[in-house]
């Protein structure tokens, strides 16, 4: 396994910010078990031989190479020691008399510092520390030079950065807030920063009781707003400098990833903590929860239905907004934080994995609402999707071709909401219906019991399909047609429900194109006949869908790698589900395989109750909701089948064996 990349930070700021003084209260504080400090100047002149005085007297190429060999350097000892590395370094210097200043930035510099933490330091304090320092003699300049230097120091190094995905801060030469700053960077990870937003939702669901869980995104979703853009377009700290925005952070290459959530969670760092806190009021007063959600809301948790806000933006403002509208008692907020408070950051992954405990380690049947490509993966993982749908003028522009895609490509199957409701849908409303989430019947199905996912064929149908099937005198082909109508039967009034269904072009009859329908995502299923017994009623199935694949399986291992790879959707299919103990064995292959394979579908002519119950099989049910049961009937009769009344035997004739 290849060494991970050091940690180097670098510690710049105008000469006199501080630096070597900031650079040993930082060894104090953090010791050096963890931590490496380094003065750029003492590397070079370690390295140079003549020492720092030959390396003064260099030509600017030659000076060039010589500290990129230094930071290089610092990049081998750090990776080495595995200590995060400290290094004072400068960007620039610059002579009160010149029109610019001299950039000593190196490719070295680009390649090797992951963090750059500029010291700014109020200009007058700066030109008192360069008069009255007696060890380093440095050329005259005035606060107006001073501060003109950092100004321009702070906007390259900040673009600089941003162009080399390079995490920067422009933060106040506060010890302890640097410290504070450097702790988090030594073990903060992807991993790290999951755990701790687990653990806080841990801590909100230890005090939830019952099936259902309402997740909501919030900007955007609860609110027309984002509150990240309101918070920045404040006055107070409005820019117009590059990379000091979130829409600069987030249209690098980097995207929504965790490093531009990082970089964005550094930008909140350089505001003091009064104005920090003043500018959420500011944005929390600013917003208003959409009065649908929030009659929802209240009507669901009325009724004992809990839900969690899982926001990419500020904790410290969503807690304000959500007790502005009388709803903290009720809803809880999975939210960013700070990173001296040792907080974490949400992204679109971060929010698909706490859905996925949600369920997992809970058992929760999930409700999850969003708005934008970051909520897709929480969409895809949630038991029922809704998308919130805004003014067009508000809504999210790359949601479009993502949502399109995840319904076409990845099974999802979603429903949106319409806020005003006499805005225009997304794609349409065969591909993503429309939903009241204020109507009664919408909140009836919120506060419902987890639905057992188990279908089963109409009466009247069931009635006429299952007589061949219980007949003694029907057997052999006459039985295996049996079967197969009734797959064919399931497959076509129950699966296409379930399923969906994908439109595509047809010839008509007339002579001119029209519209058919076959199943969603019908080519990426795998349909598996359970020998010997469900073959026939898997060969019905495969006739309503003849796109899809087509296995026989006498056991789990006949399921391989590449039958499933690429597949979505996988159909189990047996005549009879006794205990349930066989199609637990065949899930619990398929989901070890860890393949795309999402939802399982196993379809039976006859379903014993008990087996849904209770048992491994009901174990299954509760555990992975991604399970369905689609039958033509249920059983209360536990009688297993001998010879003559062996289903296995009457389809192939073969119960003279047994």
Request: with cysteine.
């Amino acid at each position: 396994m290849p060494p991970t990349r050091p940690t180097v930070v670098g510690l710049y700021g105008v000469p006199g910010c501080g630096k070597t003084r900031m650079m040993q209260n930082l060894k104090t504080s953090l010791g050096d078990e963890q931590f490496a400090y380094y003065e750029g100047s003492e590397i070079i002149a370690s390295l140079v031989p003549g020492g720092l005085d030959v390396f003064k007297r260099m030509g600017k190429d030659d000076k060039a190479v010589w500290r990129e060999r230094a930071i290089r350097e610092i990049g081998e000892q750090c990776s080495a020691t595995q200590r995060v590395g400290l290094v004072a370094g400068h960007l620039m210097f610059w002579d009160e008399d010149k029109e610019t200043g001299e950039l000593v930035w190196t490719k070295g510099d680009e390649e090797i510092y992951t963090h750059i933490f500029d010291l700014d330091t109020p200009a007058d304090v700066i030109s008192r520390r360069r008069l009255d320092d007696a060890e380093r003699s440095r050329p005259a300049a005035s606060e107006t030079h001073l501060r003109r230097w950092q100004i321009s120091e702070q906007k390259q190094l900040r673009l600089l950065c941003l162009q080399h995905s390079i995490l920067f801060a422009n933060i106040a030469p506060d010890p302890v807030k640097v410290a504070a700053l450097l702790r988090g960077l030594h073990h903060h990870s992807e991993e790290y920063n999951l755990s701790r937003a687990q653990d806080r939702l841990d801590a909100i669901l230890r005090d939830i009781t019952g099936e259902t869980l309402l997740v909501l995104d919030g900007d955007r979703t609860l609110i027309p707003e984002d509150t990240g853009a309101l918070f920045w377009a404040l006055p107070a700290l409005s820019s117009d400098v590059t990379g000091r925005s979130l829409r600069d952070i987030f249209s690098t290459p980097s995207g929504y990833s965790y490093h531009a959530f990082r970089q964005a969670s550094l930008l909140y760092e350089e505001i003091p903590d009064e104005e920090f806190e003043a500018c959420c009021e500011q944005v929390a007063s600013a917003v208003t929860v959409y009065p649908q959600i929030l009659s929802m809301l209240r009507q669901a948790t009325d009724r004992g239905v809990k839900a969690v806000i899982i926001s990419c933006g500020l904790r410290a403002i969503w807690d304000k907004i959500l007790s502005n509208a009388g709803l903290s008692e009720t809803v809880k907020v999975i939210a960013a934080s700070r990173i001296k408070d040792d907080g974490f950051i949400v992204t679109g992954e971060v929010k698909r994995a706490l859905v996925a405990h949600m369920k997992q380690a809970y058992g929760l049947f999930v409700w999850a609402f969003g708005d934008s490509v970051l909520d897709l993966p929480m969409l895809k993982e949630a038991d029922r999707a809704i998308v919130l749908v805004g003014e067009e003028d508000k809504r999210s522009r790359s949601m479009e071709n993502a949502l399109l895609n995840a319904i076409d490509c990845d099974g999802l199957r979603a429903y949106q909401v319409l806020i005003p409701d006499t805005i225009s849908p997304r794609l349409d409303i065969f591909k993503l219906p429309v939903v009241d989430i204020t109507h009664q019947s919408f909140i009836d199905s919120l506060v419902r019991h987890r639905q057992p996912r188990v279908y089963y064929a109409k009466p009247a149908a069931a009635k006429l399909l299952m007589s061949p099937m219980r007949d003694a005198r029907v057997f052999g082909p006459s039985l295996r047609t049996a079967h197969s109508d009734v797959g064919q039967y399931l497959a076509t009034n129950l699966l296409s429900e379930l399923i969906g269904l994908e439109e595509y072009p047809i010839p008509h009859v007339q002579g001119h194109q029209t519209s058919g329908y076959r199943f969603c995502n019908e080519e990426k299923t795998l349909i598996a006949a359970l020998m010997r017994g469900g073959e026939p009623m898997a060969q019905g199935v495969n006739q309503a869908m003849p796109l899809a694949m087509f296995v026989h399986a006498y056991k789990p291992e006949d399921i391989k790698r590449h039958h499933v790879e690429g597949r979505r959707t996988l159909i189990l299919v047996d005549s009879v589900v006794n205990t349930g103990k066989t199609l637990v064995e065949f899930i619990h292959h398929v989901r070890t395989m860890h393949t795309t394979i999402q939802r399982i579908f196993v379809v039976a002519g006859v379903i014993q109750a008990q087996a849904l119950s209770e048992g491994r099989l009901a174990d299954v049910l509760r555990v992975d909701t991604n399970v369905w049961f689609v039958a033509l009937r249920q059983s209360e009769n536990k009688f297993t089948g001998k010879g003559t009344t062996d289903t296995g035997h009457r389809l192939f004739n073969t119960t003279h064996l047994d």
